[in-house]
């Protein structure tokens, strides 16, 4: 499986993004996703996390009720709708899968990496 990430961009705070991974091979629909960021000089953090069919999403406390996770499994891809999006959240994004049974939010725990997607959100 390889993992392509995109819809990055620059927005104004307060502003919208959605950010899209799509999924190469026929496994995507077993697999547990995961968004995560990385900003500069900083360690790559947890974003929000899915299982496979799409049944349990799970969040950073930075952005409960700000994002939403989602996937299409017959596009073989996940989704981060990203609402009022604060300066703070300026990072490169990367989306993520996982072969365990259960979600894990450590990156350590995530097998397959996309590359990554620079969202700025500009004061």
């Known amino acids: 499986v390889q993992l392509q990430a995109s819809g990055g961009g620059l927005v104004q705070a307060g502003g919208s993004l959605r950010l899209s991974c799509v999924a190469s091979?026929?496994?995507?629909?077993?697999?547990?996703m995961g968004w995560f960021r990385q900003a500069p000089g900083k360690e790559r953090e947890f974003v929000a996390g899915i299982n496979w069919s799409g049944s349990s999403a799970f969040y950073a406390d930075s952005v409960k009720g700000r994002f939403t996770i989602s996937r299409d499994n017959a596009k073989n891809t996940v989704y981060l709708q990203m609402n009022k999006l604060k300066p703070e959240d300026t990072a490169v994004y990367y989306c993520a899968a996982t072969l365990r049974a259960t979600m894990p939010t450590p990156p350590s725990g995530y097998d397959i990496w996309g590359q990554g997607t620079q969202v700025t959100v500009s004061s």
């Open positions: 091979g026929r496994t995507f629909s077993r697999l547990g």
